[in-house]
């Protein structure tokens, strides 16, 4: 098929629709009092800022977000940090918690059922091309590149994908595809995940992107909710069927993703368990970082909360306040202690004589003087005791806290109550 030349970018007529309800249990404790895109992420994020940010600098400029599990973090959030976009330079952000609109004894069933329940509120701004995101993963992208291959190609499904080694994509939804990229078979979870015909060793995983005409995915919306023995979901039903009756593609991430350097890695993590969350932030503490946060480029934008400068106090011998290669948010006190390796988000207050090596504290924590914390993930505004020691010695740790099989123990309030219960 000919390529065709765009007067306009394509994100203008695309409206990016985000599925956010997701809890993501497998963070554990961090999910229990908000959704996985609400976990914050890289100092002063939130996991579901990338996936806005790469709608944003692309150029959509009409997104939706739906949400489900306790979102009221996740809601605030996006009410402080997303309410910039203007109807009346045709943009639009809307906020569709599950409310029941099809069905008084139905919530979202499935991520397709996220989509069908508020298709008039998609129609109501009649955007010629829908762009299906999952709000939970980290990574750069502009969506322009995939929009302009799904129109060049005739796709009527475009499904974005990344590469990865074979033994480590079993766990995942691989497009099985020919020499053209198109799409041949869909397999959850395989075994014996199918090779790219180009690389062998390599399988191309579904990063839950999907573009479509609106028209079209609005008939298939309406065939899906028709079928009793359907799940409501895009992975498990939606993209199956079109890979048999339709013409889906895959598009490479490769081709997409965007990373101020050549040499730089092809970044996409999905930080669902506590392991993948704490080294993905920790990455970031890396002299050259394969995700780059401070690219002005392509920013990541999220709530900018007002706070004083980070500081740092005290510079005694024993009792000197210091951070090396970490990341350390505005509202932060550093007050003679030591802090490597580390991310400190807002508002962390670190006392004399701690010592903060490998961790990852989110807001508002107050960490005990004396206290060493190596290899940890501190829940938002845990108060640390003074001379705690977590990290140091491992049947103890597992003892007192969440401690997963690669040594990195999660803090919460409830937990520390329970030392003195």
Known sequence: MAKVTFSTPISRTTMAYVLAGGRGSRLMELTDRRAKPAVFFGGKSRIIDF????????????????????????????????????????????????????????????????????????DSYAPEYILVLAGDHVYKMDYERM?????????????????????????????????????IDFVEKPEVPPEMPDRPGFALASM????FRRDFLHEQLNRDAADPTSARDFGRDLIPYLVKHAKAQAHRFTNSCVHNRDEADVYWRDVGTIDAYWEANRDLTD???????????WPI????????PAKFVFDEVTRRGIGISSLVSGGCIVSGATVRRSLLFTGVHVHSFGEIENAVILPEVDVGRGA????VVVDKGVRIPEGLVVGEDPTLDAARFRRTARGISLITQP?????NA
């Open 51 to 122: 996936t806005l940010s790469n709608a944003l600098n692309s150029g959509i400029r009409r997104i939706a977000v739906a949400t489900q599990y306790k979102a009221h973090s996740l809601i605030r959030h996006l009410q402080r940090g997303w309410n910039f976009l203007r109807p009346e330079r045709n943009e639009s952000f809307d906020i569709l918690p599950a409310s029941q609109r099809v069905s008084e004894h139905q919530w979202y069933a499935g991520t397709a059922d996220a989509v069908y329940q508020n298709i008039d509120i998609i």
């Open 415 to 419: 937990m520390i109550d329970q030392l």
């Open 287 to 297: 002299v050259v970082p394969s995700l780059d946060i401070f690219d002005r480029d």
């Open 208 to 211: 839950g992107i999907y573009a």
């Open 372 to 375: 060493r914390l190596r290899n």
């Open 147 to 183: 929009l302009v291959q799904h129109v060049n190609s005739g796709a009527d499904v475009t499904v974005a994908c990344v590469e990865m080694p074979v033994a480590e994509a079993k766990g995942l939804g691989i497009m099985h595809v020919d020499a053209t990229d198109r799409i």
């Open 301 to 308: 934008w999220s709530y900018a909360e007002i706070t004083p």
